[in-house]
C-alpha cells in the first residue's frame, strides 16, 4: 500500500512564472484535498475533489490558482503568473468514502518563488 | 468561518512527563477530530482520530473529546524527546464535505 505521492518535491521558480505540481493519491481514495502552509502555521484549505469533481474551494483562493482531477485519480495544482508570497510548502492528503475520513498527507512540495 | 483553535506553545515538559494538549473548535455539527505530528520540514503525519465523546487511547496517546464544550485534547504519556514537533489539530467539517480544517498547531519540546 504506497502512500500518497507528491512531486516535486521542491520546486525553485522566478516570479511571474508558471509552475504545476502533482498529487498521487493513495489509489482507493476517492477524496482529495490540497492544502498550503506557511511557517508557524497550519494548513490552509485549498480545494477539495471527490472522485473527479471539484466540490470545493477556497474564497482565499486566487484565480492564479487552478486544480484538477482527471478520471478520478492523480490531481494537478497549477499556479499561473507566481508571485513570491506564493512561497509555502503545498500539500495534498487523500481519504477513503465513509464516515471514518482520516485524510493522510504527501511528503509536499516546498515552492520559493525568487 | 469555522475555525480551530490552538495555542501555539512552545510548550516544553520533562522526559518521562504527560504533555496536554488542547484544541478547541467553532463548528458545532463536527463528528471527526484528528491529531496530526509534524516535524520541522515535514507534512504533517496522522497520530489519533475521535469520533465520539470520551477518551481514545492508543500507545502512549491519548484523545480525549467534549463535543459539548467543543473542545478536544491529546495527552502524550512519558514524553520522550522524538516527541519533540509541532501537534496539529484537525476537525473534520459537518454537511458532508468532512474537509478537516487545522489549527496552527502547537510546538512541543521534551528535554532530556
Known amino acids: 500500500d504506497t502512500g500518497v505521492s507528491q512531486d516535486p518535491r521542491h520546486k525553485i521558480t522566478k516570479r511571474g512564472q508558471n509552475v504545476t505540481f502533482r498529487c498521487d493519491p493513495i489509489s482507493e481514495h476517492n477524496r482529495l484535498y490540497w492544502y498550503r502552509q506557511t511557517l508557524g502555521q497550519g494548513p490552509e484549505f485549498l480545494t477539495y475533489f471527490q472522485n473527479e469533481a471539484q466540490l470545493e474551494k477556497s474564497r482565499l483562493l486566487s484565480d492564479r490558482f487552478s486544480a484538477e482531477r482527471p478520471k478520478g485519480s492523480f490531481s494537478t495544482l497549477e499556479i499561473q503568473r507566481t508571485e513570491q508570497g506564493d512561497s509555502a510548502m503545498y500539500l495534498c492528503?487523500?481519504?477513503?468514502?465513509?464516515?471514518?475520513?482520516?485524510?493522510?498527507f504527501g511528503q509536499g512540495t516546498r515552492l520559493t518563488v525568487v | 468561518q469555522k475555525e480551530v483553535e490552538q495555542n501555539s506553545g512552545p510548550l516544553s515538559v520533562p522526559e518521562g512527563a504527560i504533555a496536554s494538549l488542547n484544541c478547541t473548535y467553532s463548528?458545532?455539527?463536527?463528528?471527526?477530530f484528528f491529531w496530526y505530528r509534524q516535524y520541522s520540514g515535514k507534512s504533517p503525519e496522522l497520530i489519533m482520530s475521535?469520533?465520539?465523546?470520551g477518551d481514545k487511547e492508543d500507545g502512549r496517546f491519548t484523545a480525549q473529546l467534549n463535543k459539548a464544550s467543543q473542545y478536544v485534547s491529546l495527552l502524550i504519556r512519558d514524553s520522550q524527546p522524538s516527541d519533540s514537533a509541532t501537534y496539529l489539530c484537525?476537525?473534520?467539517?459537518?454537511?458532508?464535505?468532512?474537509?478537516?480544517?487545522f489549527g496552527r498547531g502547537t510546538s512541543l519540546i521534551v528535554h532530556p
Open positions: 492528503a487523500s481519504s477513503s468514502r465513509g464516515e471514518t475520513t482520516e485524510a493522510f
Open positions: 463548528d458545532r455539527g463536527s463528528q471527526s
Open positions: 475521535i469520533y465520539s465523546n
Open positions: 484537525a476537525v473534520g467539517a459537518s454537511g458532508g464535505s468532512y474537509i478537516p480544517t
